[in-house]
């Protein structure tokens, strides 16, 4: 595991590096090629994502890395919109799988995220 735990979106850190750990946020005037996903709008009770290889996930925060992965494979999307409680699952700009849960979508451009990323399978 490279890392697990919870970000604050808003939209002054809509875009963020889950490579690195802790994630970082990428402010808007830094190059934004290493970003792996950007919070788009939310609306009420909905957080909305795109620039990433996205798939939502039917096992919730349960879902294993190899579910993510076969889910990934089979069910890949660039954007999606997912109200509080949904998950889906990412591939990072390196690779790596990860696993997102909006546990609260507040409004716009504002949600918390349950951040899980594996490590890749060069490194496990």
Not at 12 to 39: E, F, M, N, Y
Request: with cysteine; hydrophobic share 35%.
């Amino acid at each position: 595991m490279l890392w697990t735990g919870e970000i604050l979106m808003t939209d002054a850190r809509s875009d963020w590096d889950l490579d690195t750990a802790p994630p970082s946020a990428v402010h808007s005037k830094q190059d934004l090629s290493g970003t792996d996903s950007t919070l788009v709008v939310t609306g009420e009770d909905e957080a909305g994502f795109y620039n990433a290889d996205m798939a939502i996930t039917p096992s919730g925060p349960q879902t294993t890395e190899a579910q993510c992965v076969d889910r990934l494979q089979t069910h890949a999307v660039r954007s999606l919109g997912l109200p509080s409680g949904k998950t889906f699952c990412l591939k990072t700009k390196a690779g790596r799988t990860a696993l997102v849960t909006v546990a609260v979508a507040r409004g716009p451009l504002d949600a918390d995220l349950r951040i899980k990323v594996w490590n890749d399978s060069s490194s496990s």
